[in-house]
């Protein structure tokens, strides 16, 4: 089993930046993926960006390239997600989850371990 508890939400004006922590804890050796998710109301959830924990690959959706940054620290048992140049349209509920992949992928049914979430609004 795998826990894992984001951090680091909150309230900011448009063009501003947070930075999202993820930390997991419990069999970590059991995942090779990790990933944020975020759901806005009233839409899906949808991947944001994925890292591979061993080989540190890394996948950007197209809605948040060039102005988000998914990291790992060297223990690779925190995650994070440094959000630059906010918009209002990133509001939204902002999860962590992992899981083993046998291919690199942002589809949630691969992602076996979630977290509860942590909220980011942005106002315009």
């Known amino acids: 089993q795998v826990q894992l508890v984001e951090s680091g939400g909150g309230s900011v004006q448009s063009g501003g930046s947070l930075r999202l922590s993820c930390a997991a804890s419990?069999?970590?050796?059991?995942?090779?993926?990790m990933a944020w998710f975020r759901q806005a109301p009233g839409k899906e959830r949808e991947g944001v960006a994925r890292?591979?924990?061993?080989?540190?690959?890394?996948y950007y959706a197209d809605s948040v390239k060039d102005r988000f940054t998914i990291s790992q620290d060297n223990a690779r048992r925190t995650l994070y997600l440094q959000m630059n140049s906010l918009k209002p349209e990133d509001t939204a509920m902002y999860y962590c989850?992992?899981?083993?992949?046998?291919?690199?992928?942002?589809?949630?049914?691969?992602?076996?371990?979630w977290g509860q979430g942590t909220q980011v609004t942005v106002s315009s």
């Open positions: 989850a992992a899981g083993m992949l046998r291919y690199p992928s942002l589809a949630q049914a691969n992602y076996k371990y």
């Open positions: 419990g069999d970590t050796s059991s995942v090779n993926s």
């Open positions: 890292i591979n924990r061993n080989a540190g690959t890394i």
